[in-house]
């Protein structure tokens, strides 16, 4: 990979739609964390459980944004990528992620013009390949960046983690190092030709 | 309508995807509702705003379902039929009704087999129909049973209702009526073949 000026301060943020301290997409986070950082990117983690905002209403919004709302989307503001790991429930995304998605894209969108490395993990057959259908779909609302290909769809999960969390599954590991080289590739592309 | 011995006894419980207080979708339910009783059907209405159930976290469900959460459970399990009114949010439902769904499915899927009216409305033009099709695709993730049509997208929803609140356009009036009698029709056919 090029190296480039831009990417020694490209500002990236990770966010898993699980709220579960165990969640496999937490611990897919983690692995992407790393793989970022070996490429010389630091991830700056946003941890949804922690934050805690509440579900959007209209009617909190018309008195401002809530003190994590705020603190959610200055995060987001000031990055230039995010790397989303998103779970599968129900065949689409989580309630958490959607609601913060939600307060990020409302009043003014946040979210216009960024790039996301997108994936997820599930104990299926299919590794979330219809939550991130959906959530393509809900970022492309947004003018989200989204590279086309690859796509990575963690399935199998229980045999995908090694017992310390990290993704050792080789072929799913390197899957991850491409989406992840891809995304930056392509967000430094873009922030160059912002600038 | 052939009123049926069952029909009398129908169980119906109404939710509104958007919290805020004049939503047009908190309105569209109203008028929902006083359709349905016209039909001799009493709704019973869930206030997600009010239950303020936690955002769905498999840490929060091992000790057990909150007490929010296990009310809005044992009223719907009570339900032969749900009336869902969604916003659209970036091209899907909210995360406040997402959140809603996935508790209610998760151990076990208490909307398993019962039925649904869906509808939706917005200011835009297409009066939710993207959310409407994600919002199908998870209920027949559960096994909910919507009929394929009537659809009913309230689109251009200021101009839709009246000053009260009450949905005023007669055209969509009418589709709502003819959804809602579908809905019941299949509900206590579906219930008939049940007993």
Redesign the interface.
Known sequence: MVMTKEKSILRVVGISG????E?FNRKALQTAKKIALEMGVDVDEID??EL?IP?????IESNGFPDAVQRLRNKVESADMLIIATPE??????????????WL?TGKNILDGKTAAIFGASNGLFGTM?AQA?LR??L???NVIIAPQPQLFIRSAKEAFALDGSLSDQKLFLQMQKLIKKTIELTVLIKENKQ
């Not at 699980?18 to 301290?21: A, G, I, K, N, Y």
């Not at 579900?55 to 009617?59: F, I, K």
């Open positions: 699980s709220l579960r301290r969640s949804l459980k805690n579900m959007y209403d209209g009617d429930y129900n065949h689409s995304i989580s309630g958490a992620l959607k609601n913060a998605i939600d894209s219809r959906h779909q809900i492309n609302a947004l």
